[in-house]
């Protein structure tokens, strides 16, 4: 009996050392399996620029279900394809461009380019909607990170003009091609080209919309961006800038990749914190960003840093 107790207790321990040791080997395996379900599971945020109700393409927020950049970029077009597969994902009040039941054939990126080549669904776009679907992807897609530029083709053959307008397009599309754009020239010389970001509502949710304005300006367009958020931004629209009108640039500095502006105390929406309104400070540093090509933009007042974006 002795015997027997003793090679049973032997034998669970030995099955028990078995066990442990198998555990043993998989954990770090396990975890690993675990936390990268944690992660594709968490909400990836990404701006999306969809129709306003004022018909603006308009700056907003989505959520996406991909990490893989390709795949965000195909769930990003699906989202701006009418009665897409995924149009139910889009904030109340905002419309997708892209012609219903177009087709992404194939995409790619080289060098921090990316190729899309639709089918001729894609073309069946109207005259008042074709600046529109351009302007949506090139501001969508070049959100995402590494991304530069975008090439557009419809069944292989590269998109050099829009259909109806004739209007002809840059080889590849960057931010540079504008977004809601808005001439105002008067001479062929001192023509400059700045993006301002003013605020729009659409019932108590306050976006941005990005506007490009050609002008004729001998001004700085540090300086442009500026004397617009302050004043009435624009006649007839809805478009509004919450920047006091008593602030005023001092100075500013730019530097490789980011901007110093420096104001007096009407910067800022509360002297004693010395806090800057949110809706400010974006406006200003969207506005720096797209204009002038800069990563990050300081702000100082009197001399101190208060924000940086």
């Known amino acids: ?14 099955v028990a050392l078995f066990i442990f040791g198998i555990i043993s080997i998989f954990p770090t395996k396990l975890d ?38 390709l795949n965000q970029a195909r ?13 139910h994902y889009l904030p109340n009040g ?10 992404l054939k194939e995409i790619d990126i080289q060098n921090g380019i990316l ?5 001729e669904t894609f073309l069946k776009m109207t005259k008042e909607s074709e600046e529109d679907i351009i302007e949506s992807l090139i501001y969508s897609l070049t959100e995402l990170r590494d991304v530069k530029g975008i090439l557009i083709y419809v069944n292989e053959e590269l998109l050099t003009t829009l259909p109806h307008s004739k209007i002809k397009l840059p080889t590849t599309l960057t931010r540079d091609y504008g977004i809601n ?17 003013y605020i729009s509502k659409y019932d108590d949710f306050l976006y941005y919309v990005p506007v490009t304005e050609i002008t004729n300006n001998d001004k700085e367009k540090v300086e442009i961006i500026i004397e617009r958020l302050k004043s ?23 530097l490789e990749n980011d901007i110093q502006l420096s104001f007096n105390q009407y910067l800022l929406d509360d002297f004693k914190n010395q806090k800057i309104l949110e809706e400010v400070e ?5 506005s720096m960003r797209d204009t002038l090509d800069v990563i990050s933009v300081n702000f100082l007042v009197d001399g101190q840093k208060v924000n940086e974006s």
């Open 1 to 14: 009996m002795l015997r027997k107790s003793a090679l049973r207790r032997i034998s669970v321990t030995t």
């Open 32 to 69: 690993q399996q675990f936390e990268s379900n944690v992660i594709t599971n968490d909400p990836v945020y990404s701006v999306l620029y969809l129709l306003d109700p004022n018909h603006y393409v308009a700056r907003t927020k989505v959520v996406l279900k991909n990490t893989d950049l």
């Open 75 to 87: 769930e990003m077009i699906e989202m701006l394809t009418i009665n897409g597969s995924k149009s």
């Open 94 to 103: 905002f419309t997708a461009v892209i012609p219903s039941g177009t087709k």
């Open 115 to 119: 190729k899309l080549n639709f089918d």
């Open 181 to 197: 754009k808005v001439y105002d020239l008067t001479k062929i010389k001192n023509v400059v080209k700045t993006t301002t970001y």
């Open 232 to 254: 009435t931004p624009m006649n007839q629209t809805n478009l509004m800038s919450y920047l006091n009108a008593n602030a005023e640039l001092l100075d500013y500095e730019i």
């Open 282 to 286: 974006y406006s200003i540093a969207l």
